[in-house]
């Protein structure tokens, strides 16, 4: 037996103004009209069936999301508030582990973009049939294809044998340039993609082990059935809460291409790659180039004389941002927060 868990409770800010509290990136259409999170169920299809899978959204979240995708999964595990990975992981095992706590469980975010499924279900496939026969976390890592300074790094040792898994030795943070440069030429790193499978009963022990004090309050969580007692727990990535910690992490090395879709000028450039044949007739650009442009509202833009931003303009709000900046967009967020203009939230 197999489930998969979607991790859905990003509020995506970086996407902002396109994405919103009550419409988060992972529900904006992406490609073919399909949501970040539709694709993301699609690319199960074959490997884990619908009535063992589920999303871990927010209260906020949940009507969105059902009303998305309710006909594609068995149910929605919700969080009272957004705590980060590490709770959001406790609480689906603890709720899976009262249908089978011997069963696999496959977590996923919803926000990332794989275009090769078939590599992607092979490589998912290789890891759960290991965590079926080893105590085992198992991790997918991404061989890197150039040195990414937005992404986390998973150090491992190679296996002697034919079997491609290795133990993970060590998770690095986001790196410098140059300290990712260095990573590229070494054999034993890759990208920490955020994919990874194991036993129910396997990340529980894991839980007691390491994180004690959590996986009580959650126990209690569920009993009492409390928001208070859920929006008072500790924020912490499954990361930092075990991964880093627990000596059971093995990784399968992978080779396909992979986007974590963080900031808008990511997830423009790869709707435009997708969809190159889409360019809009209400785009003017003089002398201006390697430009992103998104509007809603059929209004004619134009641009002269400027390069490399992001112009993105919706009902009730208009974004230009610089494409190398396109990281800080949570700035913008802050001074809404600030000015007591959640409306634009």
């Known amino acids: 037996m197999t489930y998969a868990v979607i991790l859905a409770g990003g509020k995506g800010e970086r996407l902002w103004p396109l994405s919103r509290e009550n419409r988060p990136k992972q529900l904006l259409p992406f490609v073919n009209n399909h949501s970040l999170l539709e694709n993301s169920l699609d690319r199960l299809d074959g490997l884990i069936e619908k009535d063992n899978r589920f999303i871990v959204t927010t209260e906020q979240q949940k009507n969105a999301i059902n009303n998305l995708v309710n006909d594609k999964i068995n149910s929605l595990f919700i969080e009272p508030a957004s705590r980060n ?7 689906s095992c603890l709720l899976l582990a009262k249908k089978n706590p011997d069963a696999v469980v496959v977590f996923l975010p919803a926000d990332h973009y794989i275009p ?4 992607f279900v092979e490589s998912i496939s290789h890891a759960i049939e290991y965590s079926k026969k080893h105590d ?3 991790l997918l890592g991404v061989k890197p294809h150039f040195p990414a300074t937005g992404y986390g790094y998973i150090e491992y040792q190679k296996n002697t044998s034919d079997d491609p898994v290795g133990k993970v030795l060590q998770f690095h943070e986001k790196p ?3 300290v990712a440069q260095s990573y590229c030429s070494k054999q034993s790193m890759l990208w920490n993609i ?3 499978c194991g036993r129910i009963s396997i990340f529980l022990h894991e839980y007691q082990k390491y994180t004690p004090e959590l ?7 569920i009993v009492a ?3 208070q007692l859920y929006s008072s727990m500790q924020s912490i990535s499954i990361d930092h809460a075990l991964m880093e910690k627990s000596d059971k992490i093995n990784v399968v090395p992978v080779d396909f291409e992979w ?10 450039t790869l709707q435009q790659s997708v969809h190159s044949n889409a360019s809009s007739a209400n785009v003017i650009e003089i002398n201006a180039k390697n430009n992103l442009i998104s509007s809603s509202s059929g209004k004619i833009i134009t641009l002269l004389g400027v390069d490399d931003v992001c112009v993105v303009e919706t009902a009730d709000a208009i974004l230009i941002v610089k494409r190398s900046q396109a990281e800080k967009v949570k700035l913008i967020i802050q001074e809404l927060k600030k000015r007591n203009l959640d409306q634009y939230l």
């Open 215 to 221: 996986y009580a309050e959650m126990q209690n969580y």
């Open 116 to 119: 090769n499924t078939k590599k």
């Open 136 to 138: 085992s976390i198992t």
């Open 194 to 196: 955020g994919i990874f």
């Open 259 to 268: 986007f974590d879709v963080g900031n808008l000028e990511i997830f423009l």
């Open 85 to 91: 990975t590490a709770p959001a992981i406790v609480l």
């Open 225 to 227: 059935n409390d928001a």
């Open 176 to 178: 410098s340039l140059k």
